[in-house]
């Protein structure tokens, strides 16, 4: 998708932290492309300093104007930024449709953990992969090379993440209207993490036994429930409020509709860990329901092995429901993904799932899985290396 751009102006918005949007701006420029990049704080000018960088000082209300003058004076033919539910994005994106101006948005992997997203208009919710199963059951899937492996991700998207936000924050004056569409106060940010550090410790020991009984197969047959991050931008595209929203309509209806033989297990995202603990809703969901014994609440577990032992799985609209439906799991998705499709995914309401999940069309999920592999993602991580630009 990047090449198409080739000897085009290109503007650059907000990437992630770190030095991903200036490797972009390398192989665009390799491309013959003319780059523009746009920076709304000092974190940012950490990480991309140079002569094409446009810094935006001005309010959040005045940035749709400011864009299209820029659009305008640089003759841009197409914009690139990272993630389309920022603020900032979301205005720009809006103001681009008007005028004709290309959209490429990346995004973490659909595909987790070796892909990196990129999609024109929009992800997730936004997207605009076909949604018709007869689309994908008409394709005929060629051989794709295996991907790379991407280590050490999680390291480097902590030191980039912590250089970025201590930048902004000690330089802030600098960009005295910016709002981050995230808290990343330094020292409040490494309090929880601190925080999150402990829980860990503590969550490795408590969910030591049950980690153990998953990786053996040795639970009685048992529902997956993995957890978002309460600020992921995927809440955008579903109607619960919160994620104890979520929870709560989870736990109720299994309670009144799932077989009494059969368990809820639900795991906290590791990168909310530093941030909720849901252990004490789900306690007393346990005993409003009547569920004490059959609701399991774990954080440190293995995740492929809680997936792959799974009767069922739901969740809200998290790219663990992929690696579900590659091992065959049957899924139930209450928001609004990209592989939410008939065949795929149980279409009927939550009541009906407990007791009749379904089963998953593997033919048609190694064709949507094709599709999606070839035409929106990218072998590599926006912390790490990319091998596919």
């Given amino acids: 998708m990047l090449a198409e751009l080739a000897g085009q102006n290109v503007l650059l918005l907000q990437g992630p932290a770190g030095p991903f949007f200036r490797r972009v701006a390398v192989h665009l420029r390799r491309q013959g492309c003319r780059v523009t990049k746009v920076n709304f704080n000092s974190g940012e000018d950490l990480y991309y300093p140079g002569p094409d960088v446009v810094r935006y000082r001005g309010r959040l209300e005045d940035w749709p104007d400011f ?73 005929e899937p060629q051989a794709v090379p295996p991907a790379r492996p991407i280590n050490g991700a999680f390291t480097k998207s902590m030191v980039h993440t912590i250089c970025y936000a201590t930048v902004a ?79 709560r309509e989870v736990a109720a209806s299994f309670a009144r509709h799932a077989p009494a033989s059969a368990h809820l297990l639900l795991k906290l995202h590791p990168m909310d860990r530093a941030y909720r603990d849901y252990g004490p809703l789900i306690d007393a969901l346990a005993a409003e329901h009547d569920l004490r014994g059959r609701l399991l ?47 795929l995914t149980h279409q009927g309401p939550l009541d009906d799932f407990w007791r009749a999940p379904g089963t998953v069309d593997r033919e048609l999920f190694e064709r949507f899985h094709w599709w999606l592999r070839t035409k929106t993602q990218l072998n590599g991580s926006v912390w790490s290396d990319i091998y596919e630009l």
């Fill in 297 to 343: 609440y774990a954080d440190v577990i293995d995740i492929q092995a809680a997936v792959s032992g799974a009767v069922g799985a739901v969740m809200i609209n998290s790219t663990v429901g992929i690696s579900a439906l590659a091992q065959g799991v049957p899924v139930k998705c209450l928001g609004n993904a990209v592989y939410n499709l008939p065949g």
């Fill in 169 to 247: 924050a000690m330089l802030s004056r600098r960009y005295p209207h910016y709002r981050h569409h995230r808290d990343i106060r330094p020292f409040h940010q490494a309090g929880l993490w601190i925080r999150g550090g402990v829980r860990r410790a503590l969550h490795t020991v408590r969910d030591r036994e049950l980690d153990r009984r998953l990786r053996a197969g040795d639970l009685p047959p048992y529902f997956f429930v993995p957890l978002q991050v309460h600020l992921d931008s995927q809440m955008r595209h579903c109607s619960f409020a919160s994620i104890e929203d979520f929870i």
């Fill in 67 to 139: 864009f299209a003058e820029l659009v305008s004076a640089r003759s841009i033919a197409a914009v690139v930024l990272f993630g389309d539910c920022r603020p900032l994005h979301a205005a720009a994106i809006q103001r681009a449709r008007t005028l004709g101006v290309r959209v490429l948005v990346f995004e973490e992997g659909y595909l987790r953990p070796h892909f990196v997203t990129l999609e024109e208009n929009g992800v997730n919710g936004h997207s605009s992969l076909p949604r018709d199963p007869e689309f994908y059951r008409r394709l």
